[in-house]
């Protein structure tokens, strides 16, 4: 059973990375700065690869900061490292070369599950470190349906519940996943399932069940 943890826990960090989460994105809400545990952009660069600057961001670590304007979620900021020979680099922002239209920045073609981990650091874990706390927001063409306000505790038991009614109400998404998973990661099931349930939020758009 510690073996099987592990090797799930090395696998998130790995679908963490190729997400760009090492660089994490930010998210302004109720006044307060929270950081993302996935990107909501990467998607959108993925499906725009003719975009003007989109492989460059794809390929390079890049952090957005978003916010919610007349309640759609909307990217304030895109932010690439610029590096002069010799030096650490700095911040530069390309939210002008990337969505030179404002109105390109509200996304309401986005639907899915924000999860914003805050309060004390519990466990370090390259790219997938565990925090007291959770607030997850569940999102409809941009919009928030729902939040939920979670212990860490409590966060398991909802990926666990989540999961096991994405298994029951959404079996051909279910089978699907499993397929893509399984040619790309080589697991049996029993992993496939952790890596499923520890990745949840990514591969469902709604609280289910509520």
Request: glycine fraction near 4%.
């Amino acid at each position: 059973m510690k073996l099987l943890l592990i090797s799930i826990l090395i696998l998130f960090a790995n679908i963490q990375v190729s997400h760009g989460i090492c660089q994490p994105d930010y998210i302004l809400f109720e006044g307060k700065t929270y950081m993302l545990q996935f990107k909501p952009l990467k998607k959108y660069f993925e499906k725009h690869p003719n975009k003007s600057l989109s492989n460059h961001v794809i390929k390079q670590a890049y952090t957005a900061t978003f916010e919610f304007k007349n309640n759609i979620l909307t990217v304030k900021d895109i932010q690439i490292k610029a590096f002069v020979k010799g030096d650490k680099g700095a911040w530069k922002s390309i939210i002008h070369q990337v969505f030179p239209d404002k109105l390109q920045r509200r996304l309401e073609w986005f639907d899915g599950i924000l999860v914003m981990p805050y309060g004390k650091m519990v466990k370090y874990i390259c790219c997938n470190s565990l925090y007291k706390k959770y607030l997850l927001i569940s999102l409809k063409q941009g919009k928030v349906l729902q939040i939920k306000k979670l212990k860490r505790k409590q966060f398991f038991r909802f990926k666990k519940h989540q999961f096991e009614t994405f298994k029951k109400t959404k079996a051909r998404e279910y089978q699907e996943l499993v397929k893509l998973l399984q040619k790309k990661w080589k697991l049996n099931q029993q992993h496939l399932n952790g890596v499923i349930q520890n990745n949840i939020t990514l591969y469902t758009s709604v609280f289910l069940n509520d």
